[in-house]
């Protein structure tokens, strides 16, 4: 019976990620290019390249590419081998984490848990696209179901699992890994058994254990010459501790992240271009409906489940899990709360995890001793309060099935009422009054993860949910999928219809113009709401004020989208950009990683992003770029300058790079798209 379940609840979920995978195309192009890049050259594969050539790297390090470049060396480019390992890896989550909340709790909440992160949108959404989180999100139930091992059976060899695999969580996204390090440490010392002396050992065996699977690529990295590996992207020295503790790290707690378009200002409370922040940040209808459907349900039980087991030995395990799930709730939560620097829709996603685990672990808990008095107002709060705010979710967007809204609410109610009573009911009618309370809490998280999956996603910046539901629209990246930026702050706000969209950098003039060189000639984004382009040199998808779809299908920031978003060239550009493509040692270059990648992956030649991720990145310098283009290295241009990265204290060499090609050499226009040969005559 139990493995029954078990089977079912993981074929669900593997139809859930997997059915129509293949519509969102590439997903995220940034990193299907790399992985594109990673499945053609070993050397790109280990440092994480954005192209085969080794120009540069991405802005992460590397190990999420490491898993979707060795699918795409064994079965070759294709949208399936970059995105089902990520389908994959959410169905081991989901039985992963089933195993971690059996051991504490039974099958029943090991059930519930693995039911509400299957059907958590912005989990659905992470598990059908190629960003770092899939990997990352499994590593870290890795751990978590590691340290309470350890914690059951004192044993040394668990936390070094434990430790070893949060290491290489760091080696998929980083510092953000090592939100869940407080969780793991203070269960181990306060619940696991044997003297404090010897917890502290093993503790710092474990810590040693940690620097070691986090650090060893990032010291291979320091010590290989640079002349003979990619620089790194991201940073500005080229240096991958830069990127980890900038860019990548104390940045995005700040908001003072050098190099990044368009990133955050404020501090706590304050509004910044990534959104206000604040404790209630996460509940915001920008960020609401992707993972806090559960989140002051889980919060509550936190607080609940430490008081029901405070009596217990200091060694129980049921604590135990408390302390880990909720430490890692609350650390996480906080975290993303106040951060003021860069922060997307879809990190929410690490928040899936523990808010499952806990509402498995509660439930379960409360509905073993329904016989309290105390234990049944609990368990009738939380399901009204999960029912209430699943109603207030839904209602942020009333015109996508309204009347799922109030037959949540409805169901909720009368759950609650039902469980008030359950302990006096017959057996098969309080089992119904429990499967009425757990369709209530998850009838509104299933809508919008259908939802989600019925939806392709493209982009860099993808978000959960139906039509309208968030700021950045309904889950679409940049210039794909259902709109980015297009219905918040970033689509009629300060990028859309203000600073950029329709204030400082308006502008008139062709499509496809814009931040050239000169003062005239500003561009329009053709999908776009809001305009760019500050300047007007003809460029082309990577100009400031073109692009297809600026941030989004739904207005926003002109070109700045044209970062975010990757273009898909002509056929006749294609061919262009193959013609005797084995003569040099990039087919083009193109300002910024989301433009490359998308002549990349179409050709499946090298292509050089100039500037990296943001186009702010010096790599490669000025003359470093005529250099190789008088050894002719680099047969093409892409039209176009990019914003420059002046405002955001990174490198204008992309800018200045763009700006000497289209004084220098003759455009020609191709399939609608503006090309420079570097080959052919000066002008």
């Known amino acids: 019976m139990r493995r029954g379940l078990l089977g079912a609840l993981l074929a669900v979920t593997a139809v859930l990620y997997l059915w129509d995978l293949s519509a969102s195309g590439w997903a995220n192009a940034f990193y299907a290019a790399a992985a594109q890049a990673g499945g053609a050259s070993w050397k790109a ?57 059996r051991r504490t709790a039974g099958t029943a909440a090991g ?16 598990f059908r696209f190629n960003n770092p989180d899939a990997l990352l999100v499994l590593l870290l139930i890795g751990a978590a179901y590691a340290t309470l091992r350890a914690v059951e059976a004192g044993r040394t060899r668990w936390l070094v699992l434990a430790a070893t695999l949060v290491g290489f969580g760091f080696l998929t996204k980083m510092l953000q890994a090592f939100l869940v390090l407080p969780a793991l440490a203070l269960v181990w010392l306060a619940v696991a058994p044997g003297g404090i002396g010897k917890r502290l050992r093993t503790l710092a065996t474990a810590t ?70 604040g404790i209630t940040r996460l509940f915001n209808a920008e960020f609401g409906g992707q993972s806090s459907w559960l989140l002051p349900t889980a919060l509550l039980l936190t607080v609940v489940l430490l008081w029901w087991t405070r009596r217990a030995a200091r060694t129980d395990r049921l604590r135990a899990a408390v302390i880990m799930w909720g430490g890692w ?11 003021a620097g860069i922060f997307h829709p879809y990190y929410l996603v690490a928040l899936a995890p523990p808010i499952a685990a806990l509402v498995g672990i509660g439930a379960v808990v409360l509905w073993r001793d329904r016989a309290s008095v105390a234990a049944r107002i609990v368990m009738a709060a939380l399901t009204a309060l999960t029912a209430g705010w699943a109603f207030v979710l839904l209602r942020r967007t009333p015109e996508w099935h309204p009347w799922l809204a109030w037959a949540v609410l409805a169901t909720g109610l009368v759950a609650a009422l039902g ?49 309208g539901a968030g700021m950045f629209g309904p889950g679409g990246g940049a210039g794909g999928g259902r709109g980015q930026f297009g219905g918040g702050q970033f689509g009629g706000g300060q990028f859309g219809g203000g600073q950029f969209g329709g204030g400082q950098f308006r502008g008139q003039g062709p499509p496809g113009a814009g931040f050239g060189t000169g003062r005239a000639g500003q561009g329009t984004a053709p999908q776009g709401a809001g305009t760019g382009g500050q300047a ?96 002719h290295e680099v047969h093409w241009f892409v039209g176009g300058t990019g914003p420059g990265g002046t405002a955001s204290g990174g490198s204008d060499d992309a800018q200045e790079i763009a700006q000497w090609v289209q004084s220098t050499f003759t455009a020609t226009t191709v399939g609608g798209t503006t090309l420079y040969d570097l080959s052919a005559a000066v002008s």
Do not use: C
């Open 208 to 277: 040693v254990t940690l620097v070691v699977s986090a650090g060893w690529w990032v010291l291979v990295v320091e010590l290989w010459p640079a002349a003979d590996r990619p620089f790194i992207g991201g940073s500005q020295t080229n240096s991958v501790l830069e990127l980890i503790l900038g860019y990548n790290g104390f940045g995005r707690l700040t908001g003072d992240e050098v190099g990044s378009v368009g990133g955050g200002t404020g501090g706590a409370g304050t509004t910044g271009s990534w959104g206000s922040t």
């Open 45 to 101: 594969w280990f440092f994480g390249s954005s192209d085969a050539a080794n120009l540069i790297t991405v802005d992460k390090t590397p190990a999420a590419l490491w898993v979707s470049g060795l699918s795409v060396r064994i079965f070759g480019l294709s949208s399936w081998s970059v995105l089902v390992p990520q389908a994959l890896m959410g169905v081991a989550s989901v039985g992963l984490l089933y195993a971690t909340v």
């Open 329 to 339: 709730l609350v650390v996480t939560w906080l975290t993303f709360s106040l951060m």
């Open 536 to 631: 007007g040199n003809a460029g082309g998808p990577m100009a400031f004020g073109g692009g297809r779809g600026g941030f989004g299908g739904r207005g926003g920031m002109g070109g700045v989208g044209s970062l975010l978003g990757s273009p898909t060239p002509d056929a006749a550009v294609v061919a262009a950009l193959q013609q005797d493509a084995a003569d040099y040692t990039w087919a083009a270059a193109a300002v910024g990683s989301n433009s490359a990648a998308g002549y990349q992956l179409a050709t499946q030649l090298p292509v050089m992003a100039l500037g990296g991720f943001n186009g702010t990145d010096p790599a490669p310098t000025p003359a470093q770029f005529q250099q190789m283009v008088a050894q």
């Open 419 to 467: 469980l008030l009573g359950v302990h006096r009911a017959p057996r098969a009618l309080a089992v119904g009054v429990a499967v009425v309370a757990v369709v209530a809490g998850l009838a509104g998280p299933a809508g919008y993860s259908l939802a989600t999956a019925a939806t392709p996603h493209t982009g860099a910046i993808p978000s959960a949910g139906p039509e």
């Open 111 to 126: 059930l519930l848990a693995g039911a509400t992160l299957a059907l958590t949108p912005v989990a659905v959404l992470m």
